[in-house]
């Protein structure tokens, strides 16, 4: 038989045994995935607040060009205005009596007749 002598590491004394450490990559893991989560929301609300940003300018251009139209359309609107007094003023001095007989007498040549030169017929009962 052979004698074994077995030795048993002892600690000083006044020292606690030491705590068995737990797993460190459970913990950082956790840290890891809650940071990860945390930066894809930060991702998804920042895609999300720049689609509805250009969304917001998207509708501003579209209003602008919209009053531009409308700018245009009152300019528009003005100059036909304007178009329309001068051909009322036009229309109102080519219907006047004297510029009639102006016309009639520079183009056609006719003269005004004299009141002595003017017949007058009238007409019985009937027409007869």
Known sequence: MS??????????VGR??????PARAAPQQKRRKAAQRSVRGGIVWIVALAVLLTGVVAVNVAVLRQNMQLESYGNQQSQLRDQNLELRSRLSQATSSPYVE??????????TANSSQTTYIRLGAGGK
Do not use: E, S, W
């Not at 004698?3 to 000083?12: E, I, K, L, S, W």
């Not at 606690?16 to 450490?21: K, N, V």
């Not at 102006?102 to 003269?111: D, F, I, S, W, Y």
């Open 3 to 12: 004698t074994a002598t077995a030795r048993v590491a002892t600690r000083p």
């Open 102 to 111: 102006r016309v009639a007498q520079k183009r056609l040549g006719l003269v």
């Open 16 to 21: 606690p045994a030491p705590r068995p450490q």
